[in-house]
């Protein structure tokens, strides 16, 4: 079991590695003309706000559910749902914030190869 555990902490120490890696990556890239930083900076705010919006609703209904399962099946079912949503919600939240940063980088890609 200790082995595996050791394998298990490795393989995400790695994965956080490998993604904070290519989000540096992605950064470092040239954002293009200053129109399309505006424009980029436009479409950022637009989708964290939609992301807060949709947590809110998110957390409300996952809180009621968390409660019900905790209530109706035991404790620790509920805690695990907690849980595995916050899990998801950050991964979808890292993910939009990755999106709408490498967007207008590719985007400045093409303009620059025309490729």
């Not at 120490?13 to 129109?35: C, I, K, P």
């Not at 992301?51 to 404790?75: D, Q």
């Amino acid at each position: 079991m200790k082995g595996f555990l050791v394998i298990a902490i490795a393989a995400v120490a790695l994965s956080l590695a490998f993604a904070a890696y290519n989000y540096l990556a992605v950064r470092r890239r040239s954002r293009g003309t200053d129109r399309m930083g505006e424009l980029s900076d436009i479409i950022a705010d637009g989708a964290r706000t939609f992301i807060k919006s949709e947590y809110r609703i998110i957390a409300i209904a996952a809180a009621g559910i968390t409660v019900l399962l905790s209530l109706m099946i035991e404790w620790y079912v509920g805690i695990a749902f907690l849980t595995g949503t916050i899990m998801s919600a950050t991964a979808g939240y890292i993910g939009m914030r990755i999106a709408t940063i490498a967007n207008v980088r590719v985007a400045n890609e093409a303009r620059v190869s025309k490729s």
